[in-house]
């Protein structure tokens, strides 16, 4: 199999109604059309999915890892913003 | 409709997408892209599944029964009856994709209409479920053909010899004998004639948007369902065969 210069695409899968998409994994396409059917064959062919996104990968922006104490330490002494003291109706699924 | 005729119609749907599916499994590991060769791979089984249903019924009605293995791996070439079109070697990605273009819309219309008979029960149950999976081939493979024909001129070139090289195996998929024949009066299989002209408008349809043009004065072949095949089929089967035969009924 060659290399090919077709861009790359990230996938995200609905597993089943109700759910929120999650990433997959990333695929190569020419076209939005193609990277749909490609995501199709390449991660729901033992019924993963009921609904596809695919995004070019180099639309997404991503933080740095340099930045990460900037962002995230913050957050670490603060317990009372920390959503843990609640305990959450079993209705309430998937939140 | 008598059972031997019936057992023909079962053998021709039951070989052609064994047939088809062995060649697409070539490709494994060999396709131009990853997910290409995903692709193709995942026809080749939605084909296989088909295969052991027809193939299944196919065996129940013969006087000695037989199992979807015994017909598949123990039939030689003269006594498969799959379209001529389908044995065709896989050529480059372009010849597969014109080959299975051509007959992922015959395939189409032809199992559209199994699922909507009410003659054979089993039939339609299989049908039913053929359909969603053959509606996906049909994007597939019509989809490759625009992206082909309306792509470089190379491309262009190249998928527009395809059509013209395989033009002559489509005449045969609606050539009818005593058993299609039958089929037809029994409401079970289409009618052929108005088959082609449904299937030759569709061909058209993407033939156009993609650029390209079907070839004209082309001699038609055909043999497919009487057990006269190309050369190419016995190769086939040789390697789809040797493992089978030579281990009968071995488990793994």
């Known amino acids: 199999m060659s290399n090919n210069n077709w861009p790359l695409w990230e996938v995200f899968i609905r597993s089943k109604q109700g759910l929120s998409h999650r990433h997959v994994g990333s695929l190569h396409a020419a076209d939005a059309e193609m990277a749909i059917g490609n995501a199709r064959d390449v991660y729901t062919r033992r019924q993963e999915g009921v609904g596809i996104w695919v995004v070019p990968a180099s639309d997404i922006t991503s933080s740095s890892p340099d930045d990460s104490e900037k962002l995230f330490d913050p957050a670490n002494d603060k317990v009372y913003r920390h959503p843990t003291f609640f305990v959450l109706p079993k209705e309430v699924d998937h939140m | ?252």
């Open chain 2, 1 to 252: 409709m008598t059972n031997s005729q019936l057992t023909d119609i079962l053998l021709r749907l039951g070989d052609d997408s064994l047939v088809l599916s062995q060649r697409l499994g070539e490709w494994c590991g060999h396709a131009p892209i990853l997910e290409e060769d995903i692709a193709l791979t995942n026809i080749a089984l939605d084909l296989l599944g088909q295969t052991q249903s027809y193939l299944t019924l196919a065996g129940n009605l013969l006087s000695e029964t037989k199992t979807d293995d015994e017909l598949a791996f123990h039939r030689d070439a003269t006594d498969f009856q799959n379209l001529l079109l389908l044995e065709q070697p896989n050529g480059h990605f372009g010849d597969t994709i014109a080959r299975q273009f051509l007959f992922d819309i015959f395939s189409l219309l032809k199992v559209q209409h199994l699922a909507s008979q009410s003659v054979n029960t089993d039939i339609a149950a299989i049908a039913a479920k053929a359909v969603k999976e053959i509606r996906y081939h049909v994007d597939h493979s019509s989809k490759w053909v625009v992206r082909l024909g309306d792509g470089t001129p190379e491309s262009h070139d190249r998928i527009q010899k395809s059509i013209n090289d395989l033009w002559k195996f489509t005449g045969e998929m609606f050539m009818c004998d005593e058993s299609d024949n039958a089929g037809t009066q029994a409401g079970l299989l289409p009618d052929y004639t108005s088959m082609k002209i449904e299937w030759l408008s569709r061909v058209e349809d993407t033939l156009n948007e993609a650029g390209l043009t079907i070839p004209e004065n082309v001699d038609m072949k055909s043999g497919g369902r009487r057990g006269q095949h190309t050369e190419h089929l016995s190769i086939m089967l040789e390697e789809m065969q040797v493992l089978p035969r030579l281990h009968p009924g071995a488990n793994w």
